[in-house]
């Protein structure tokens, strides 16, 4: 479904995405793991269009997609959730979630849509006409998936989902991440909790200093000697 390969992005001198090349098939969860400034988010503004690279090659679905604008992508089914959220403040719950579906003309689609968001999420069909700035932290990432999911993306891309969620949180998070994916939608994960992330992963990627330095299966990557010793807690 997406082949990155030999992807290079710079900032300036800085050089944060060193030849980076790996793929999604449809229908799968992959992880890109790694330590604080080791390219992952880099790599996921590239493919949707934020960033664009010094070279290499975006393939999705077929077409190259690196010189692509933000909004085209997400017309072609890939839509992101930001690290950090980015919630409309002063927006309700229910106006966020129409920000995810601006470039959707079907007025009948959107609203199954919203049906399918709320089902999904039922803390957010409760708090609809709230101020989204005062949910907390679990509720403002579950309505930055929501918002992503009102584009009816075919691959969404997720930038650490459980950053300072309680514990609790988390767990409902992933386990959200699981069902969207099941009901059809691949999943691209960067996640700072790599047991969690690989636990739910078909195939991960370890990213160190802008590379590739490992890939396996979920599962591989967690019986890892190396990766339980620098990303796991030993
Ligand atoms: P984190 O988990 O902390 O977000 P990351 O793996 O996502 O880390 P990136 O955010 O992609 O890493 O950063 C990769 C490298 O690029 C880092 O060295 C970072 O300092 C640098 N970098 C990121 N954004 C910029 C920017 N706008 N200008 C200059 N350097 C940047």
């Known amino acids: 479904m ?6 290079v992005v710079n900032y300036g001198v800085i050089n944060a995405v060193k030849k980076v090349s790996f ?4 229908g799968e969860i992959v992880s890109l793991i790694g330590a604080n400034g080791a390219g992952k988010t880099t790599i ?6 934020l960033l664009k690279p010094k070279s290499g090659e975006i393939v999705y ?3 190259q997609i690196q010189r692509q604008a933000a909004p085209k992508v997400v017309a072609s089914g890939i839509s992101q959730v930001p690290e950090g959220r980015h919630i409309f403040p002063g927006l309700s719950v229910m106006e966020n979630l129409q920000m995810g579906a601006f470039l959707n003309k079907d007025k009948q689609q959107v609203q199954e849509n919203y049906r399918t968001v709320f089902e999904r999420f039922p803390v957010l069909a409760e708090r609809k006409n709230q101020d989204a700035a005062t949910l907390s932290g679990g509720e403002q990432q579950m309505l930055a998936m929501g918002r992503a999911l009102m584009a009816n993306p075919k691959l969404i891309l997720l930038d650490e989902p459980s950053m300072g969620l309680a514990p609790i949180f988390i767990n409902e998070i992933f386990s959200i991440i699981k069902k969207i994916n099941e009901n059809g939608t691949t999943v691209l994960l960067i996640e700072q909790n790599a047991k969690k992330a690989l636990s739910i992963s078909d ?7 802008g590379e590739v330095k490992l ?13 339980q010793k620098a990303y796991l807690g030993g």
Do not use: H, P, Q
């Open 203 to 209: 195939r991960g990627y370890v990213i160190a200093s």
């Open 215 to 227: 890939s396996g299966t979920g599962a591989e990557l967690l019986a890892n000697l190396d990766v």
């Open 2 to 7: 997406l082949e990155v390969k030999d992807l």
């Open 44 to 49: 996921l503004k590239t493919i949707s269009g």
């Open 23 to 26: 793929n999604i098939n449809e």
């Open 61 to 63: 679905l077929g077409n």
